[in-house]
């Protein structure tokens, strides 16, 4: 079985070379690599051409800037493959037998997978969904979190069925994703929980398999990486997008706190840029 591979923006543009040459080892398995030119500049551009030597690819050009949504849109109708490996361009795959989780995903039913996401040590967890499903309370929708008030989330290291999912690296087969219909292209945040509902309102089961797992791509911003960076974390962009999916899809328990976006502009104006260009 062959999938197609999606690279798709976060916000280190520098690192996109060192995300597809992390493709390599499962080569034989791609149909084809779409790589979205969502505002590189010239020498990731570069880089990421260069890695994509060998490779099927197949290149999609935006005038300025674009984020993951308007991405997924073109990923709707076009592709050669069932499924769909995407990944943003700080990533990279670490670990996993992508035809044989594809194949009992498929004879399980599962429409999506969720692979695990480390943080650049390869060791620390960023994200490691615990068991999870959604009630409908009234017109609103809580999400359920199976967990021990004593031991908090339950150790589970198993494939487990979940419903919160991150697009750092989701596996998803093109008829599920093609039957959620248009993605909001202005969401700069909060894009991952309304995926993760349009899955759910759809019926489609999201699979958390462990034995695939993803890292970000450790080293500080690069000066190329900036004007992205400051363009997507606008705080006024997040508020609103926060506040939107709120009043969308009416969650009452929401968490919609974005102390974490005040704390993650400061600390990227205090970190050093990198003196280099891509990591090697």
């Not at 990923?75 to 990944?87: A, E, F, M, Q």
Request: hydrophobic share 40%.
């Amino acid at each position: 079985m062959k999938l197609d591979v999606a690279i798709i923006p976060r916000e280190k543009f520098s690192a996109v070379g060192h995300c597809i040459r992390g493709l390599r080892e499962i080569r034989e398995q791609i149909s084809e690599v779409v790589f979205f030119d969502t505002g590189y500049p010239q020498p990731a551009r570069k880089s990421a051409l260069e890695a994509l030597d060998g490779f099927d690819v197949r290149y999609v050009g935006y005038h300025g800037f674009r984020l993951a949504n308007a991405c997924l849109n073109d990923l709707r109708d076009n592709g050669r493959s069932p499924w769909i490996l995407v990944i943003e361009n700080d990533c990279e795959l670490v670990v996993g037998d992508l035809v044989e989780s594809l194949g009992r995903a498929e004879a399980d039913g599962f429409g999506c997978i969720q692979p695990r996401i480390l943080e650049a040590d390869g060791v620390t967890l960023h994200y490691d969904p615990p068991q999870s499903y959604i009630d409908r309370v009234g017109e609103s929708l809580v999400h359920r979190v199976i967990r021990n008030p004593r031991h908090g989330y339950p150790a589970v290291d198993g494939r487990r069925r979940i419903f919160h999912v991150e697009k750092h690296a989701l596996l998803i087969r093109r008829d599920a994703l093609s039957s959620l219909g248009e993605f909001e292209t202005f969401l700069v945040t909060r894009s991952h929980w309304d995926l993760s509902f349009r899955l759910h309102e759809a019926g489609f089961n999201v699979l958390f398999d462990p034995s695939l797992q993803v890292r970000f791509i450790g080293g500080a911003i690069a000066p190329m990486d900036r004007d992205y960076f400051h363009w997507r974390w606008d705080v006024e962009k997040a508020r609103r997008c926060n506040d939107y999916i709120q009043s969308k899809w009416r969650i009452a328990n929401y968490h919609s706190s974005l102390e974490w976006l005040e704390s993650m502009l400061e600390s990227s104006r205090s970190v050093p840029v990198s003196p280099t260009d891509a990591p090697h």
